[in-house]
């Protein structure tokens, strides 16, 4: 039987950010996608069928919460996690 690994899918505009999450989501053995804007995040939630999202709220082109909203409408089951820095 072959196992499969959950997919995440992580939404973030900040390479560092972006690269410390899947660096541990990696090590736990989780399937790691990325999205950096809005409007990609949607075509790689579409694509990749993630299991979790992890979604930055301050997002170029669209806002991690309207993201939030249309993921919502297309998979109210999805499970998102809204994550952000503060400067």
Known sequence: MTETSTK?????DEQSYADA???GLEQEGFSVQ???DGESALMNFDVAE???ILLDVMLPKMSGI??????RARAP???VIMVTARN
Do not use: K, N, W, Y
């Open 8 to 12: 995440v899918l992580i939404v973030e």
């Open 21 to 23: 999450l899947r660096s």
């Open 34 to 36: 990325f999205a950096v």
């Open 50 to 52: 993630p299991d979790i």
């Open 66 to 71: 309207d993201v939030c909203r249309e993921i």
């Open 77 to 79: 089951r999805v499970p």
